[in-house]
């Protein structure tokens, strides 16, 4: 029996050793590091980063706007597009007319063609140099540039002064459509954005199809040259 005790005490032993390993080791992985305990400064190291990644305070407070600063904002934006829909789809009742006015053939295609070829083709440069010089002065630009198209038309001599006044004119309203996307991503939070893009979708649905009615009162009521 002695040396059956003997025998087994050595092992029993080994076994308390191990354990008592294994326990520091856990006791030593759970245990805060210098890092992640609190400080004056609130949590130091990558725990303080968290802290104010996930604080929304400060976001919010820098995202909320008014009723007023919001009213402000969208107004123009809605003009804008307005301004847009109706010039792509006021003229098209009126080509006949505008055609038969300056005799020419070639105004049946290209009084439409020119402002949407020129709409589409410009509206990728428009985004890049936003991104250059900002939002602001980009979008003052393609208003100027619009009305600039729109004078030139207003007082086109000619069928090729009135096809190059309505490049001009789709290359401003390329850039006013493409800045008001911008401007609203730019202005409002994700969860805002969806609610004022419908509202100018529903603005660019009214001018739409107002616009054509426009365009036959005009042909009928009104003088285009």
Not at 1 to 7: K, T
Request: net charge neutral.
């Amino acid at each position: 029996m002695l040396h059956r005790s003997s025998d087994v005490r050595p092992s029993a032993l080994a076994a308390s050793n191990n354990d008592a390993r294994i326990a520091t080791s856990v006791a030593t992985a759970v245990a805060p590091s210098s890092a992640d305990t609190p400080t004056g400064r609130g949590l130091a190291g990558g725990s303080a980063a968290v802290q104010l990644v996930s604080s929304p305070e400060p976001l919010a407070a820098v995202q909320k706007l008014s009723g007023t600063t919001i009213a402000l904002i969208m107004a123009p934006l809605c003009l804008s597009v307005m301004l847009s829909a109706l010039d792509l789809t006021i003229v098209t009742p009126a080509i006949p007319a505008i055609a038969g006015s300056f005799e020419s053939v070639a105004g049946y295609i290209w009084v439409g063609s020119a402002f949407v070829l020129a709409n589409t083709a410009s509206t990728p440069v428009w985004g890049s140099v936003a991104d250059i010089w900002g939002r602001k002065p980009i979008m003052l630009i393609a208003v100027a540039v619009f009305l600039a198209g729109s004078l030139l038309c207003a007082l086109a001599p000619h069928m090729d002064v009135l096809i190059a006044g309505r490049v001009i004119q789709g290359i401003g309203a390329s850039g006013m459509g493409a800045m008001v996307n911008v401007i609203i991503y730019d202005t409002f939070l994700l969860r805002d954005r969806e609610l004022y893009l419908a509202i100018t979708s529903i603005v660019w649905a009214v001018g739409s199809g107002v616009g054509p009615v426009l365009g036959g009162v005009f042909t009928t009521r009104l003088e285009w040259v």
